[in-house]
């Protein structure tokens, strides 16, 4: 079976996908620490691609 291989979101570092990898899909407690950190500090953000009701509301008075 060959073996599946993905980058580890936080460094790009080549991880093996298997049930091993406690981390997965990051190399390292590390990566998913850092990762979980700057989800905690909304660094990551969705852009929201329509506008908010209230706004168009308050415009039109």
Same mark, same amino acid.
């Given at each position: ?6 980058? @580890?979101? %936080? @460094?790009?570092?080549? +991880? +093996?996908?298997? $049930? #091993?990898? /406690?981390?997965?899909?990051? @190399?390292?407690?590390? @990566?998913? +620490?850092? !990762?979980?950190?700057?989800? #905690?500090?909304?660094?990551y /953000?969705?852009?929201d691609? %329509? $506008? !908010?009701?209230e !706004? ?6």
């Amino acid at each position: 079976m060959q073996r599946r291989i993905v980058t @580890c979101p %936080q @460094c790009g570092k080549p +991880v +093996v996908w298997e $049930t #091993a990898n /406690r981390f997965r899909p990051f @190399c390292s407690e590390r @990566c998913k +620490v850092n !990762d979980l950190s700057q989800w #905690a500090q909304e660094s990551y /953000r969705i852009p929201d691609s %329509q $506008t !908010d009701p209230e !706004d168009n509301k308050n415009s039109e008075s």
